[in-house]
């Protein structure tokens, strides 16, 4: 074995020159799945290093280094920290009162300190956003959530279909002027997101499935888009795990996909929307049902629509029992008609519920009964009834 | 070498492909194939032009395959590749074609539990980032090259023939199975080591004898079961199945290797895989390809 020396010393050069001087990369808190914590609650800061087997303190100060915050500031006090290769999770803790709903992070790490939430919270969901060209469209609508004030934003994926470096940033810059509202933004990739899939994850680091607790509730973003349309077993795995620890919490879903086919309501090819969930919809059905998730967010067809457990398309009525598997129209992208559904229309759904228990998740559309089911909220409702 | 050429390159590259996509229509995407297009008619060139065999050029090209490898992984460590980049796709053919002038001037193949460790311990550096094993196969290059890469033993013929085409085509369906799982998540890497660790195993006297036992079919059946049963939660244990059973083809084939015969097989069998796993609406493929999870 002596002549393997050779190649092995070589082996540790070869990383040393790939990976020094030594880098970091923030994998978790990021924009799109930040960390909101109440007062004392523990978080943790994820981060990966560009060598193995660094000691955590100075991978940490290199994090603090490289993207400028510093993990111990104002209240913030490390409580622990576990590595594993070049993998380092620091455990954070920061008991300073917050002010009102949130305290919202100002030095660049997504962390948010959760204050008193209101009884009824609202919160926005949409996604196959407007592209390049269109950018009006996103503009006016994060104007209309300064009327609507949210509690929190969740973005279901397709939000680029420009996967040009000038998208990025202004649709980044969009979800900060958001975030400086103090509305968090949740996102989750599309199909789209896969044309400059390196791009997203630079942006939105590498954790394209994760979980958000904000007040009651657990948000989990899945991503639906590997390969085409499904969930993979780890993924599927993973899910389940966040669902057998929800310490109380209300589960919601956000995946790009539809997961019904539209069925005997589609309009003829439905424009061939295609695209519900393939792997492990049956799974994640019973999950659904089992752990009395209230909805499941989704886009994808540019088009309402609302399905129950079974896969029936309910046109019929909006307050059915149990999981309601949603649809929600474009917020910019090309308007489709998929399904029967009569409407056609840019929009984005208010959800609004009651300590943790969903109220309403559609819109009163004028001349049909209320509540109305399917439809989602017309952009621009807001913002038009916010004019003089 | 040729093993490195198929797992730590080849396997290493459409691993990456899978996770970042290829655009077909851009310029990069034919300097990142360039390698494996001339794959089929390096033999000719061989016999037509001898001196792009001559030492000088060999050591050239495994100088200019480490050199590429450590700036792609430099640039991409901890990053993320846009493949539509022509700078990464020039590093990426370059680390390609050294290598492939590599492994034809040595037409000696090595054998051994070492090289089967060496392909595992690159292969492990995929969880820190999927780009590091292809550091490995530039490293393999240079080192064979200068005449520094440590021959095995010569591997003792096997009674039993089996065909190099359909052996790596099947691997090719099976193998990709964790990369899909797991995905971003760098948790297949461990599995691909267990896996490299297992072919070296089935190498191993004392196994190769049990082994040797059973015959192609029945080890092309397991393996076939392999593809339908992957248990996502027990994937250290399929893949350690999964190197022994192809461990066991692995040395029944014909020596001298043929590569372009081997390469090509494999990355059928990888592209047949990506298509069926991305086509779930197909009813009965849903059922099939991931049951046992």
Redesign the interface.
């Known amino acids: 074995?002596t002549?393997?020396i050779?190649?092995?010393l070589?082996?540790a050069l070869?990383?040393l020159?790939?990976?020094l001087p030594l880098?970091?990369?923030l994998d978790a808190p990021r924009l799109g799945a930040p960390a909101i914590v109440r007062p004392g609650t523990t978080f943790e800061v994820e981060f990966?290093?560009?060598l193995?087997f660094v000691p955590w303190r100075l991978a940490a100060n290199a994090v603090e280094r490289q993207w400028g915050f510093r993990l111990e500031s104002g209240g913030r006090h490390i409580l622990g920290h576990r590595s594993q290769?070049?993998r380092h999770w620091i455990t954070l803790v920061d008991a300073t009162p917050v002010q009102g709903a949130f305290r919202l992070p100002t030095d660049g790490l997504e962390h948010w300190g959760e204050g008193t939430l209101p009884d009824r919270m609202v919160l926005v969901h949409a996604a196959d956003f407007p592209s390049t060209g269109k950018e009006a469209m996103l503009e006016h609508f994060v104007d209309e959530m300064a009327v609507v004030k949210p509690q929190a934003f969740l973005a279901s994926g397709d939000l680029a279909y420009d996967s040009s470096e000038t998208w990025y940033r202004f649709m980044l810059g969009q979800f900060r002027r958001l975030e400086a509202m103090g509305i968090p933004v949740i996102a989750c990739p599309g199909n789209h997101e896969?044309g400059?899939?390196?791009?997203f994850?630079?942006h939105f680091g590498?954790?394209?499935t994760h979980r958000v607790d904000l007040g009651p509730f657990r948000v989990i973003s899945l991503d639906s888009a590997?390969?085409?349309?499904?969930l993979?077993?780890?993924?599927?795995?993973w899910f389940r795990q966040q669902l057998d620890t929800l310490e109380g919490r209300v589960p919601l879903v956000q995946l790009h996909h539809p997961i019904f086919p539209p069925g005997a309501a589609i309009l003829g090819d439905g424009e061939k929307s295609?695209g519900p969930l393939?792997?492990?919809r049956d799974g994640f059905v019973k999950l659904c049902l089992e752990r009395q998730i209230p909805i499941v967010l989704t886009g994808h067809w540019h088009q309402d629509a609302v399905f129950d457990a079974e896969g029936q398309f309910r046109d019929d009525r909006a307050d059915f029992p149990g999981t309601k598997f949603v649809v929600t129209t474009a917020l910019g992208d090309a308007l489709r008609r998929v399904t029967r559904w009569p409407y056609r229309y840019h929009g984005y759904r208010i959800l609004t519920f009651e300590k943790g228990k969903l109220l309403r998740y559609t819109h009163d559309l004028p001349g049909q009964p209320s509540p109305t089911p399917i439809a989602s909220t017309p952009s621009g409702t807001w913002l038009g009834e916010a004019k003089p | 070498m040729n093993a490195i050429w198929l797992f730590l390159y080849l396997g290493c590259l459409i691993q990456l492909l899978t996770?970042?996509?290829l655009d077909l229509n851009k310029p990069a995407t034919l300097l990142v194939a360039l390698p494996i297009l001339l794959l089929p008619l390096m033999d000719r060139l061989g016999r037509h032009l001898p001196w792009l065999l001559g030492k000088g050029l060999v050591r050239l090209a495994g100088l200019l395959s480490?050199l590429s490898a450590?700036g792609m992984?430099?640039i991409l460590?901890?990053?993320?590749?846009?493949?539509r980049h022509l700078g990464l796709g020039a590093l990426c053919a370059l680390l390609g074609l050294g290598l492939l002038l590599v492994v034809r001037s040595m037409p000696r193949e090595s054998a051994g539990p070492?090289l089967w460790?060496?392909i595992a311990?690159?292969e492990f550096?995929g969880?820190?980032?999927p780009v590091?094993p292809l550091?490995?196969a530039?490293?393999?290059a240079?080192?064979a090259a200068f005449g520094?890469?440590?021959?095995g033993e010569p591997l003792a013929p096997s009674t039993r023939r089996a065909s190099p085409f359909w052996i790596m085509l099947s691997l090719g369906l099976v193998l990709p199975k964790p990369w899909?799982?797991?995905?971003?998540?760098g948790?297949w890497a461990p599995v691909m080591a267990v896996f490299a660790l297992a072919v070296g195993a089935a190498g191993l006297s004392r196994l190769r004898k049990g082994l040797d036992r059973l015959s192609n079919a029945l080890l092309l059946i397991l393996l076939a079961l392999a593809f339908v049963a992957?248990p996502?939660?027990w994937a250290l244990v399929w893949s350690a199945a999964v190197g022994l059973l192809w461990g066991t083809l692995w040395l029944r084939l014909p020596r001298p290797l043929s590569l372009p015969k081997l390469s090509l097989g494999f990355i059928l069998g990888l592209l047949l895989s990506?298509a069926l796993?991305?086509?779930?609406?197909i009813p009965v493929l849903?059922r099939l390809?991931?049951w046992g999870?």
């Open positions: 074995m002549r393997w050779l190649p092995y070589g082996a070869a990383l020159i790939v990976g880098r970091t990369r990966a290093t560009s193995p290769g070049n896969r400059g899939w390196a791009r994850l630079n590498p954790h394209t590997h390969g085409r349309d499904r993979t077993p780890s993924q599927f795995q295609g393939f792997g492990y | 996770l970042y996509r480490l450590l992984a430099r460590n901890l990053g993320f590749w846009e493949t070492g460790l060496w311990a690159w550096t969880l820190w980032h590091l550091v490995g530039g490293l393999s240079f080192l520094r890469w440590p021959e899909f799982d797991f995905n971003l998540e948790n992957y996502s939660a990506y796993h991305s086509n779930l609406g849903r390809l991931w999870s």
